[in-house]
């Protein structure tokens, strides 16, 4: 299958701090989707994307699609304990396969 | 409330034996999906079902079985030819559009062989 590079692999940051993280691919992505998971839960999808260049947030949340569609970007501002969490992007070229990244740890210090 | 229930949380399989993990989803959602994952790893894909009575195989379909037969229901089926089952499954769901994300995803079960 495809292979998602996701960085960086875990974060340790100050409660208040931005975050940044990405994720980059080989292949061309026609949609890129960016979740969260919490330790020994499912994943929750926190943002989709479906265009080249396209922005978009949810919340304190930004993701963005890149250009040459072979990466995506994360980015959390102000963070809070509650951000805690494996953060993952996929990627998908056709049909139903959905390619996962390996994950981005983050930890929040209070 | 709507979404998806997996069952058990937590499954002991002795080598040999098959085991079934439920999925079940009342979001009225056409398309189901079964990934593994293994720690440090992402999610990979074992089966998919858009549709009743149809499913495809994902990238590690081998020693995995699945079935639809109702629309709520997308029971995944460990075979003992499964040679390293031992890993946690999520089980998720989404709206039936042509190729629609996983938006829905159960709380998972850990299996382990013993």
């Known amino acids: 299958g495809q292979q998602l590079n996701q960085s960086p692999q875990s974060m340790f940051i100050q409660e208040g701090e931005d975050v940044s993280m990405n994720c980059t691919s080989s292949s061309i992505f026609n949609t890129w989707l960016w979740y969260k998971q919490d330790p020994g839960e499912g994943p929750v999808l926190l943002i989709a994307?479906?265009?080249?260049?396209e922005l978009t947030s949810n919340g304190r949340l930004t993701a963005q699609f890149g250009i040459t569609r072979k990466d995506s970007f994360l980015n959390i501002s102000a963070s809070i304990p509650s951000d805690v969490g494996i953060y993952f992007c996929?990627?998908?070229?056709?049909?139903?396969?959905?390619?996962f990244g390996t994950g981005t740890s983050l930890t929040v210090i209070p | 409330d709507g979404g998806i229930t997996q069952s058990p949380k937590y499954l002991f399989r002795k080598e040999g034996q098959n085991v079934t993990l439920s999925c079940e989803q009342n979001l009225n959602h056409d398309a189901m999906y079964w990934y593994r994952q293994d720690p440090g790893q992402g999610l990979r894909l074992i089966y998919y079902s858009q549709i009743v009575n149809d499913f495809q195989k994902g990238d590690i379909a081998e020693g995995y079985s699945v079935s639809r037969e109702k629309k709520e229901s997308f029971p995944l089926t460990v075979t003992s030819a499964q040679k390293n089952p031992t890993a946690f499954y999520l089980c998720?769901?989404?709206?039936?559009?042509?190729?629609?994300?996983?938006?829905?995803f159960g709380q998972g079960t850990r299996l382990t062989v013993v």
């Open positions: 998720a769901s989404s709206i039936g559009t042509a190729s629609p994300p996983p938006a829905f």
């Open positions: 996929a990627g998908q070229v056709t049909g139903n396969q959905f390619y």
């Open positions: 994307l479906y265009k080249a260049g």
